[in-house]
């Protein structure tokens, strides 16, 4: 009799903090604060706003924790809405991973670290595509041949993107000349909130973008399976990888604004490279655009590690395709369900959404229209 394949506890607390983290840290922090700018007016209200999203993101962390150590399955999300709300949740949730959320967030996250690729390397526009395909052809090698080659992958480009922004904190706290007026003067010419309701309407606001930026940390409880005593480890790496994020953005922001000021955060659609390029010259420049295409690099290889764990988990329960319910016998890993990933991320359609997406918020950015829609 066949003994049934099962996965591999390969993954230990730093690989799971790692996990969290490169969750979470995206291209948004190098871009979002300066949508929280505008709509708060003031670097008090800016500071306060990523501070409470940093809370509900430790909250739900805690949630999670909560989850993980009770139901320690490879699925996560899709597991614990099955069981509390019935199958059919579970179901709907798992198709919209595949057809919407995590193919087309491989998509976009694949065109970006392209985009910025093509810039740094002085390639011909037409390389793009290619360098995307090749990037979710070959983080879905990687993942293929077992949990700790993606999770080693993970964690280096974690680091490195921790290091970009630590280079970033550094530039903005140690090294540029500090100007207190324009840290503290409101963003013109719209003034800053007056009253409890204007506040607490410019809060709620600005915690839309805060929000998407402090969130992902619920993606490694989808490989909770594959951890070393995930009841133990899963809630501490899910604790400490949220706290990192907290400080890490606070941090940052705190350099946007010793910078530029909020008035200069405001106007800004890409407060990071601007403060790089203030205090280090064009290098500067450089320097962080590696950065967000090494942290895009490190998201989509995060996306095509556990998102595969749904579709097996799904297959398990027989409500999806049967061959994605099979571990590969050698490597112990959802081989059927990553050729699926990355068959489904690189469909025509989400590559010509993503590439449009990318191409038409680099321009409304620079539209004052935009601008003054963000603001409102």
């Known amino acids: 009799m066949t003994t049934p394949v099962s996965y591999a506890r390969r993954l230990g607390l730093f690989s799971g903090t790692m996990a969290v983290i490169g969750g979470i840290i995206g291209s948004g922090i190098f871009a979002t604060p300066n949508v929280v700018a505008q709509r708060v007016g003031t670097a008090g209200l800016a500071l306060g706003t990523w501070i409470l ?28 809405l099955r069981d509390a709300f019935g199958p059919l949740s579970g179901f709907l949730y798992a198709w919209a991973l595949l057809l919407i959320m995590a193919t087309g967030a491989a998509a976009f996250v694949a065109v970006t670290f392209a985009n ?33 080659p993606g999770a080693i992958t993970q964690n280096i480009f974690t680091i490195l993107k921790l290091c970009a922004l630590a280079v970033l904190i550094v530039a903005g706290l140690f090294l ?6 324009a840290l503290d003067r409101p963003v013109p010419p719209s003034p800053a909130p007056v009253g409890p309701g204007a506040v607490l309407l410019a809060v709620g606001a600005a915690l839309v973008p805060v929000l998407f930026t402090c969130g992902g940390w619920q993606q490694t409880n989808f490989i909770a399976e594959e951890m070393v005593e995930p009841e133990t480890n899963l809630p501490r790496a899910l604790l400490l990888g949220v706290l990192a994020v907290i ?12 910078v530029l000021g909020i008035a200069g955060l405001a106007a800004t659609p890409a407060p990071a490279a601007e403060v790089m390029a203030r205090v280090l010259g064009p290098g500067g420049r450089i320097v962080i655009s590696a950065g967000i295409a090494l942290s895009a690099f490190g998201f989509l290889d995060l996306v095509v590690l556990v998102t595969p764990r749904v579709f097996q988990a799904m297959a398990a329960d027989g409500v999806f395709f049967r061959k994605m319910a099979e571990l590969h016998p050698r490597y112990r890993t959802p081989s059927a369900a990553i050729l699926l990933m990355g068959t489904a991320s690189a469909r025509p359609e989400l590559w010509r959404r993503s590439s449009f997406a990318h191409r038409a918020t680099r321009s409304c950015r620079r539209c004052s229209c935009w601008r003054r829609f963000m603001s409102c």
């Not at 400080?247 to 010793?258: G, H, Q």
């Open 176 to 181: 540029a000349t500090h100007t207190s007026s």
């Open 247 to 258: 400080a890490v953005y606070l941090l940052a922001n705190i350099a946007y604004l010793r």
């Open 53 to 80: 999203g940093g809370l509900i993101a430790l909250a739900g962390a805690y949630c999670y924790g909560e989850l993980g150590e009770r139901m320690p399955k490879a699925g996560g999300q899709y597991v614990y």
């Open 116 to 148: 910025y690729t093509v810039a740094l390397l002085a390639l011909p526009a037409g390389a793009v595509m290619p360098i995307a395909v090749g990037a979710i052809a070959l983080v879905c090698a990687i993942n293929y041949v077992g949990v700790a």
